[in-house]
C-alpha cells in the first residue's frame, strides 16, 4: 500500500515570496490534515479536511494561508506572502476514520526555510 | 486549556536496558491516545493506539498503557536498540475528536 507523498520535500524562498506544497494521501482515506512542525515542538493543526469539506481551519493564518482538497483526493496548500517565522516542516497526514481520528499516517513533510 | 506534557525531554541510555517514556495530559475525558515516533528529517510513524476503552496496548517490544484516571500514558521500550533512537510524541483525541500533541522525548540508545 502506497503511503501519503509529499511534495516538494525541501523549499528555500525569500520572505514575501509564495510557496505551494502539494499531498496524495493514502486511497481510500478521507480524512486529510495538514500540520506546520517547527523544530522542537509538536505538530500543530492547520486545516482538517473530510472528503472535501473543511472540518477545522481555525488555527489556519488565513491571511496568507489557504489550502484545498479538489474531488476529495490531492491537496495543495499555499503560503503568499511568506514570513520568517513560516520556517517550519509542512506535514500531510490522512486517516481511514470519518468520526474520531483513528490511526493517522503521515508523509515525509516538505520542510520550508524562508529567508 | 488542554495540555499534554511529555518528560524528559531528552533521554539518553545505553543499548540493552528497558526504559519508559511518559506522557501526561490534563483531559481525562479522551477519545484515544497515540504514540508516535518521528525519526531525524521525517515525517511521524504511529506506533499503537489505545483505545479509551482499552488500558495498554503491545507491539513487539513496545507497551503502551493508559491511565485516564490519573491522565497518564506510558510507553515502555523492551531491550533498547540503537535503531530505536527518534523522538516519541504522543498525542490524544479529545471529545470534539481533535488531537493534542505533547512537544516529545528525544531518545538515543548508545551503542
Known amino acids: 500500500e502506497a503511503g501519503v507523498a509529499q511534495s516538494p520535500r525541501y523549499k528555500i524562498i525569500e520572505k514575501r515570496q509564495s510557496v505551494a506544497f502539494w499531498c496524495n494521501p493514502i486511497s481510500g482515506h478521507a480524512t486529510l490534515y495538514w500540520y506546520q512542525q517547527i523544530l522542537g515542538q509538536g505538530p500543530k493543526l492547520l486545516i482538517q479536511f473530510q472528503n472535501n469539506g473543511v472540518v477545522d481551519d481555525s488555527q489556519l493564518p488565513k491571511d496568507r494561508f489557504s489550502a484545498e482538497r479538489l474531488k476529495g483526493v490531492d491537496s495543495t496548500l499555499k503560503i503568499q506572502p511568506a514570513k520568517l517565522e513560516d520556517s517550519a516542516v509542512y506535514l500531510c497526514a490522512s486517516s481511514w476514520g470519518a468520526g474520531g481520528t483513528g490511526e493517522l499516517f503521515f508523509g515525509e513533510g516538505s520542510r520550508l526555510t524562508v529567508l | 486549556k488542554q495540555e499534554v506534557t511529555q518528560i524528559p525531554a531528552a533521554l539518553s541510555v545505553p543499548e540493552g536496558e528497558n526504559l519508559v517514556l511518559n506522557c501526561s495530559f490534563t483531559?481525562?475525558?479522551?477519545?484515544?491516545l497515540q504514540w508516535f515516533r518521528q525519526d531525524p528529517g521525517k515525517g511521524l510513524t504511529s506506533l499503537l493506539l489505545?483505545?479509551?476503552s482499552q488500558r495498554e496496548q503491545t507491539s513487539g517490544r513496545l507497551n503502551a498503557s493508559l491511565d485516564k484516571s490519573s491522565g497518564r500514558s506510558t510507553l515502555y521500550i523492551a531491550a533498547s536498540q540503537p535503531g530505536d533512537s527518534a523522538t516519541y510524541l504522543c498525542?490524544?483525541?479529545?471529545?470534539?475528536?481533535?488531537?493534542?500533541w505533547g512537544a516529545g522525548t528525544k531518545l538515543i540508545i548508545k551503542p
Open positions: 483531559d481525562s475525558a479522551i477519545y484515544n
Open positions: 489505545i483505545q479509551s
Open positions: 498525542a490524544f483525541e479529545d471529545s470534539n475528536y481533535q488531537l493534542i
